[in-house]
C-alpha cells in the first residue's frame, strides 16, 4: 500500500530557531499534500494544502510567514517552523492522496520548542 | 463550512462487546467518508471509506460502517471487540467538490477495551 515517510519523529530545537520538517511520498507521486497539527487528546487540524509547483494555500488563522511549505517535487514537500516559539509546540502530521483517492499519514513530527 | 461530529468522546467497554461510534456531518452535497484509527503512539491507519456504491462499508480488523445518506450519519461498528481495538478513532469527511480534497476531522473518540 501507500506509504508517507515523515522526519523527524521527533524534534526539540530552542526558541527563535528555524525547524524543517520532510513528508516524502515513497511509492507513489503526490501533486497534493496537506500539513495538519494535532493538540495532546484533540483532533487533527488542517494547516494548509500543499500543491506540487505551485503555492501552498493556508488555512484561516495560519500564519504563512511562520509556517513555510515547499513542495518542490512529486514525492516531497517540507514544513518549516520558523523563528519557533514555546507556543508552537505540538505534534506535525503530513498526509498525501493516493492512488486510490484515500489519504496516507505520515508517522507524525513531535516538535518541542524549549 | 462543513462540520464532523463524533458524538462519543470516551468509550469503555470489554472484550467482546459491541460497538458502535457515531459520526454526522453537516454538509449536504457528495462526500467521501473516512474512519481512520490511532493506536497509542503510532500513526493514523485508515480502517475503512466510502466514495458511492454500497453504503455498508467493510473495512480492516473486523471493523465496517453504514453511510445513511438522509440522517448524513456515517457510523463505524464492530461486532465483538477485543483488547488490541484500544485506540483513537477519528471519523473525517471530504465534502466534493466545494472542499477541494480536504479532509474535515471529528473530535475523535477515544476507545478503551477491558480484558
Known amino acids: 500500500g501507500a506509504v508517507v515517510s515523515q522526519h523527524p519523529s521527533r524534534v526539540i530545537c530552542k526558541s527563535g530557531t528555524s525547524v524543517k520538517i520532510e513528508c516524502r511520498s515513497l511509492?507513489?507521486?503526490?501533486?497534493?499534500m496537506f500539513w495538519y497539527r494535532q493538540f495532546p487528546k484533540q483532533s487533527l487540524m488542517l494547516m494548509a494544502t500543499?500543491?506540487?509547483?505551485?503555492?501552498?494555500?493556508?488555512e484561516q488563522g495560519v500564519e504563512k510567514d511562520k509556517f513555510l511549505i515547499n513542495h518542490a517535487s512529486l514525492t516531497l514537500s517540507t514544513l518549516t517552523v520558523t523563528s519557533a516559539h514555546p507556543e508552537d509546540s505540538s505534534f506535525y502530521i503530513c498526509?498525501?492522496?493516493?492512488?486510490?483517492?484515500?489519504?496516507?499519514f505520515g508517522s507524525g513530527t513531535r516538535l518541542t520548542v524549549v | 463550512a462543513q462540520s464532523v461530529s463524533q458524538h462519543n468522546h470516551h468509550v469503555i467497554l470489554s472484550e467482546a462487546a459491541s460497538l458502535e461510534l457515531g459520526c454526522n456531518y453537516s454538509?449536504?452535497?457528495?462526500?467521501?467518508l473516512f474512519w481512520y484509527v490511532q493506536y497509542p503512539g503510532q500513526h493514523l491507519q485508515l480502517l475503512l471509506k466510502?466514495?458511492?456504491?454500497?453504503?455498508l462499508v467493510k473495512g480492516i480488523k473486523g471493523f465496517e460502517a453504514e453511510f445513511i445518506k438522509s440522517k448524513f450519519s456515517f457510523n463505524l461498528r464492530k461486532p465483538s471487540v477485543q483488547w488490541s481495538d484500544t485506540a483513537e478513532y477519528f471519523c473525517?469527511?471530504?465534502?466534493?467538490?466545494?472542499?477541494?480534497?480536504?479532509?474535515?476531522f471529528g473530535a475523535g473518540t477515544t476507545v478503551t477495551v477491558r480484558a
Open positions: 498526509s498525501a492522496r493516493d492512488r486510490s483517492g484515500g489519504y496516507t
Open positions: 511509492d507513489f507521486q503526490a501533486t497534493t
Open positions: 500543499s500543491n506540487e509547483g505551485s503555492k501552498a494555500t493556508y
Open positions: 454538509y449536504g452535497g457528495t462526500v467521501n
Open positions: 466510502y466514495f458511492s456504491g454500497d453504503p
Open positions: 473525517a469527511v471530504n465534502a466534493y467538490p466545494v472542499n477541494d480534497y480536504k479532509l474535515s
